[in-house]
Structures are given as structure tokens and as C-alpha cells.
């Protein structure tokens, strides 16, 4: 893997960064301290032989830390979703072949757990509960515990094609993202459900918003997790409203298919995204900016005809 780092020119420097990779990034997450950020890079059609790897860099610096795979006798076999665990020094990868493997920060295997009758088409973490909502190819909606005995409970039974699972910070609202089903004409879009009751909520959708072939997955985002953000197969960011489903904000800076966004755990008005472009951005909202323009403004002062202006995404933050 070949990897070089630029310096976004951003009031930030220290943290703001774009990691720049000569293949597609499937997957990024911030650990909850929001020290480290885990890349997934999955297949990749223009460079079919390139094993899959799983990466944790450093987001301070953009050091990599670590570069390994789910699972090493299968070099080839995918990462159906990677995430951290509640303590930011364990991250866990699930597979195909119906494991889940928790490793440390430092690439050594702690515990391998099977996922039962659930074969994942994509897993996402419940860091805070140390579970794991599990998507299978059969539309099945599973839950995972991660610690002490693997207890898997099935929830629901999807009628759309879903993509992929997202979960808001609380466990209580749940994300699914759909991708566009020719057999009844439905649009792509993202359903939300109440996780206390398995209750639909409310559909997202814009006409912006185009999921035809690639995974996306959707992320919550804003101090109360008030948003949900999608990228687009056209690259464009698309910000919802959860309470109203309005879409409030679209960002137009990738230039190819962004997969995932993830918004900073510690600093809300932080968000990264990634792209079939070959980058991550790492945003940052006005008040957060005004937050850190404090501490260096004479940074800032020195650059003031460069730096690229913050994203306002929602009134009042």
C-alpha cells in the first residue's frame, strides 16, 4: 500500500488532516477518545489483487499504527464492518465466514467469536454496549453481544435492499440504507427505526441522493445527534434532519463515491468522510472553528488568504 499525507489547509493544523490512499476506502470510525481513527479498504475493482486491509491511524499526526486484515488464513476474504470497542484499545472486524476477531492497538488477536447463523453483509459497533448490529444478505436485522457469552438475538426482517447499518451515539435510532430497488420502483433512500420498539420512523430521502451498486453508510452526527449524514455514488454529502427528515445541507468537495462519513465521538463539530476518490476530509463547523481560532490565531493570521472556510451545517452549532 502506497500512503502519503497532506496538510488540509484549515485554523487546525495539528488535527485536521487528508489521508490519501492509492485505493478505495471502504470504512472509517472514530475511536471514542477520538485519538484513532480505523480505516477498512475492501475490494477494489480497479486493482482487483489488492489484499484487503484494516488500518489504524493516528488522527493527530495521520501516523499508521497498524495494518492488518480480519482474517490472516484468508487473505482475500473481506471485512463486512470494522468498529471499536467501548475502551478505544480494541477494534473488531467481522467476516463472511461468520467470526468477529477483536484485536489490540498494537495487531494481536484478544478474542474470536463466531456470529452463528448470521452471515454479516455489514456489522456496526454499539461501542457504548459493546454489541454489534448485524445486516445479513438475507435481510435479517441481528444483535450481537461482543463480551461474555455471544448471545445473538434476530430483531426484524427487512423488505427493502438494504446496504448497510448505522446506529446514533445513544443506541436508540437506528439507520438503514437502502439502495434503489427496480422490482417496485423505489428509490434509494435511508429508514429510520426506534430502536426500543423496532418501530419505523421516518424515510430520508433527495433527489441528490443516488445508491445504485456501491455500499453507503450512513452516520449520526451534531451534539445531540440531531443529524444523519449519507455520501453519495455522485459524492455529494447529504445532512437530514432525524426529528423532521429535512434535508438541511449538502457538501460538494469529494469528487467520486463517498461510502462512509463518521462524525468525531469528543468534538461533534468535527466530522471525517471517505471516498472512491482516494481521500479523507475531515471537516469542521463554524462554532467548533470559532473554538479553536482562540488558540491559534496567530496561525491563522499568517494564512488568512488560504484557509479553507468551515462548513455550516444547522443553525446553532
Not at 454489534?132 to 461474555?148: F, N, P, Q, Y
Not at 435492499?161 to 434509494?188: E, F, K, N, Y
Amino acid at each position: 500500500m502506497f500512503f502519503c499525507l497532506d496538510v488540509v489547509v484549515s485554523p487546525e493544523p495539528s488535527i485536521h488532516q487528508t489521508f490519501t490512499f492509492s485505493r478505495t476506502v471502504s470504512q472509517v470510525e472514530w475511536s471514542p477518545d477520538s485519538r484513532y481513527l480505523l480505516t477498512n479498504l475492501g475490494f477494489d475493482p480497479v486493482n482487483p489483487d489488492d489484499k484487503p486491509e484494516i488500518n489504524v491511524f493516528e488522527a493527530a499526526t495521520g501516523n499508521l499504527l497498524l495494518s492488518t486484515c480480519h482474517n490472516p488464513a484468508s487473505g482475500m476474504l473481506l471485512s463486512r464492518g470494522v468498529g471499536w470497542m467501548s475502551d478505544s484499545k480494541r477494534f473488531v472486524s467481522f467476516g463472511e465466514d461468520r467470526l468477529f476477531v477483536i484485536r489490540d492497538l498494537q495487531g494481536k488477536v484478544l478474542r474470536t467469536g463466531s456470529t452463528g447463523d448470521v452471515i454479516p453483509k455489514f456489522g456496526k459497533i454499539i461501542a457504548s454496549l459493546n454489541m454489534a448490529a448485524l445486516l445479513s444478505h438475507d435481510r435479517t436485522l441481528a444483535v450481537l453481544s461482543l463480551e461474555g457469552d455471544e448471545e445473538i438475538r434476530v430483531l426484524d426482517k427487512l423488505t427493502c435492499i438494504p446496504a448497510t447499518i448505522s446506529l446514533s451515539s445513544d443506541s436508540r435510532v437506528l439507520a438503514v440504507s437502502c439502495s434503489v430497488d427496480p422490482d417496485i420502483d423505489r428509490a434509494a433512500h435511508v429508514d429510520l427505526y426506534d430502536t426500543q420498539t423496532w418501530s419505523f420512523l421516518r424515510r430520508l430521502e433527495a433527489e441528490s441522493y443516488v445508491n445504485l451498486v456501491f455500499v453507503i453508510t450512513p452516520a449520526f452526527g451534531g451534539p445531540n445527534d440531531e443529524l444523519v449524514c449519507c455520501g453519495s455514488e455522485n459524492g455529494i454529502l447529504h445532512f437530514w434532519d432525524v426529528e423532521t427528515g429535512e434535508l438541511v445541507k449538502v457538501l460538494e468537495e469529494h469528487s467520486q463515491h463517498v461510502g462512509c462519513a463518521s462524525f468525531s465521538p469528543v468534538h461533534p463539530g468535527l466530522m471525517v468522510s471517505c471516498s472512491d476518490d482516494n481521500h479523507i476530509i475531515v471537516w469542521v463547523t463554524k462554532d467548533l472553528c470559532r473554538s479553536f481560532q482562540g488558540a491559534d490565531q496567530k496561525w491563522i493570521e499568517q494564512r488568512k488568504d488560504s484557509i479553507k472556510l468551515p462548513i455550516n451545517i444547522k443553525n446553532g452549532w
